[in-house]
């Protein structure tokens, strides 16, 4: 697809790239040290983190035509996405791997993921309707899809734009539970090398969205499925609820381009994606010596092959191949980088805006677009939409991630002592082997 550059626009609902959510992966359990080995990948999100605000901000800063100049050889807004849904690969069957507990994985992400998700939705409303004297055109199958996260398979844009990276989140989320629940968490590496292939092989046969299906329907649809496998797992039912959350693949499959309101340009680049999460899942598991290495170089070789092509195999120009390429190759090269230096002391700077990053992301293009609005010329639209951006990340961190994290332990923990654990994994128990 040829990805079409953010318009310099002054409402906080503008066009933007996305970053997907943060996984606290230097978070420690209470009682206990961060673990530091894992600081890089804080470094890698929050290094992430800035390469995204500032693609955002830069046809503010350099002037629109600099901005596209750029664009159209590498484009760093995907660049810095890519590198955001590789270390969520990485790190989120660690998390489920962490107790051996779906019932208290799924309290920890609701909580995790949602506080600040929601105070993102109301500041975006209040902003647009106060500031920008807009009402935004919100649907009952845009509310079902801002409740679920899966605006993208459902053909909504998000009060804030980069809200659809959320959809692959959940998707993935509910996919690597399934597996776990099933006790194929070991077949990562099949599903990174499939999706690619089916991306690349059945990519142009694959429909883009609900063929002429009613989106209410689906929305319904959608809803009632996704709280029926959360409740399921928390009645331990986790077969069933498993099952439900493999199912959700051909979401992308099938609906990765449900309209042209969504980021996606197709179900075959959709499905790349998803591919891409799972490759951060095979370099776990390489890590940890539970693939072969020539396995795993094969199956990451074939995914960033995959991500470099997926516009070219369906028509894209010549440019858009060099475009992909580059951005694959970065993409590889800084993932790289970071994790040969994971056993060194890391910056805490970096490691501090890894820590922000999830309100970050979901709070920046609202900041931009105040800072456009109210402040003239680039050296204090940047001063203001810096200082801004990085107050409210840490404001929301602080008041609202936090203690929504807080909040997820306690309710899990308290499940586990008065209801019992819910049973582990056997092929899992105290070692965190990756899906």
């Known amino acids: 697809m040829t990805s079409a550059a953010p318009r310099p626009e002054t409402e906080p609902v503008c066009e933007a790239e996305p970053v997907c959510e943060a996984e606290p992966v230097c978070e420690a359990e209470p009682g206990t040290a961060a673990a530091p080995?894992?600081?890089?990948?804080?470094?890698?999100?929050?290094?992430?983190?800035?390469?995204?605000?500032?693609f955002h901000a830069s046809p503010f800063l350099i002037g629109t035509e600099r901005h596209l100049a750029i664009y159209r050889h590498f484009d760093a807004g995907k660049y810095a996405v890519l590198l955001f849904f590789l270390v969520s690969g990485y790190v989120i069957p660690m998390s489920l791997e962490r107790h051996g507990d779906l019932r208290r994985f799924?309290?920890?992400r609701i909580f995790r993921i949602y506080p600040a998700y929601l105070t993102t939705v109301v500041v975006a409303l209040s902003v647009s309707l106060t500031v920008f004297g807009r009402t935004p055109d919100l649907s009952g199958t845009g509310a079902l899809a801002h409740l679920t996260m899966l605006h993208e398979f459902l053909g909504e844009r998000g009060l804030v734009r980069p809200f659809w990276t959320l959809s692959f989140e959940m998707v993935f989320y509910l996919i690597v539970a399934g597996l776990f629940a099933w006790h194929r968490h070991r077949d990562s590496a099949?599903?990174?090398?499939?999706?690619?292939?089916?991306?690349?092989?059945?990519?142009?046969?694959?429909?883009?969205?609900?063929?002429?299906?009613?989106?209410?329907?689906v929305a319904v649809l959608l809803t009632v499925l996704l709280g029926a496998a959360l409740v399921a797992y928390a009645k331990g039912w986790h077969r069933p609820a498993g099952a439900l959350g493999v199912v959700m693949v051909l979401l992308p499959l099938v609906a990765g381009h449900a309209s042209g309101r969504v980021v996606s340009a197709?179900?075959?680049?959709?499905?790349?994606?998803l591919a891409v999460m799972f490759a951060g899942t095979v370099v776990h598991r390489l890590q940890h010596g539970r693939i072969r290495r020539e396995a795993a170089v094969v199956v990451l070789g074939l995914v960033f092959t995959g991500v470099s092509l997926q516009d070219w195999v369906r028509g894209g120009s010549q440019l858009d191949l060099m475009r992909w390429t580059a951005v694959s190759v970065a993409v590889a090269t800084t993932f790289a980088a970071a994790n040969a230096l994971r056993r060194h002391a890391v910056p805490r700077v970096l490691t501090w805006l890894g820590e922000v990053s999830y309100p970050?992301?979901?709070?920046?293009?609202v900041v931009l677009g105040l800072a456009a609005r109210f402040l003239d010329g680039p050296l204090a639209v940047g001063l203001g939409f810096t200082a801004g951006s990085l107050t409210c990340a840490w404001v929301v961190h602080?008041?609202?991630?936090?203690?929504?994290?807080?909040?997820?332990?306690?309710?899990?923990?308290?499940?586990?002592t008065t209801e019992g654990a819910a049973p582990r994994t056997r092929s899992v128990g105290k070692q965190r082997e990756s899906v």
């Not at 600081?39 to 390469?51: E, I, M, Q, S, T």
């Not at 970050?360 to 293009?365: Q, S």
């Not at 203690?403 to 923990?413: C, E, I, M, N």
């Open 266 to 273: 197709s179900s075959a680049q959709a499905t790349q994606l």
């Open 398 to 416: 602080r008041w609202v991630e936090l203690p929504g994290r807080a909040l997820g332990r306690r309710l899990s923990v308290g499940k586990s």
């Open 190 to 217: 099949w599903w990174a090398a499939g999706l690619t292939l089916i991306a690349l092989l059945a990519g142009p046969a694959l429909p883009n969205g609900w063929c002429g299906a009613d989106l209410r329907v």
């Open 360 to 365: 970050l992301y979901l709070l920046h293009v």
């Open 106 to 108: 799924w309290t920890g």
């Open 37 to 54: 080995r894992l600081a890089w990948l804080d470094a890698l999100r929050g290094y992430a983190a800035v390469v995204v605000a500032l």
